[in-house]
């Protein structure tokens, strides 16, 4: 069974920094596409950003330059290192294959005040 299990979530002031970590168990995150995903309150679900299984990595217009993906395979972990955030960036955050939509973990709430 897959699960992911996210946090590292918190409230910050805008401009500041969060890394997120999510902790896969039943995949190995380092031969998935793995990606991070984010929904705001009355949104859709988006994706932020994502890294292919040969490394490649991909981010929506309104995260790049700001948010960087990353895994660690021995600990079949994903990381989003997170700066410069504004408060358009609060939103509970996923993780999850960009492609084959597992069961999604509760997730971890990000809050940037202005």
């Known amino acids: 069974q897959v699960q992911f299990v996210e946090s590292g979530g918190g409230l910050v002031q805008a401009g500041g920094s969060l890394r997120l970590s999510c902790a896969a168990s039943g995949i190995t995150v380092r031969i998935n596409d793995m990606g991070w995903f984010r929904q705001a309150p009355g949104k859709q679900r988006e994706l932020v950003a994502g890294?292919?299984?040969?490394?490649?990595?991909n981010y929506a217009d309104f995260v790049k330059g700001r948010f960087t993906i990353s895994r660690d395979a021995a600990k079949n972990t994903v990381y989003l290192q997170m700066s410069s955030l504004k408060p358009e960036d609060t939103a509970v955050y996923y993780c999850n294959d960009q492609y084959r939509n597992y069961p999604w973990g509760q997730g971890t709430q990000v809050t940037v005040s202005s």
């Open positions: 890294i292919s299984r040969r490394d490649r990595t």
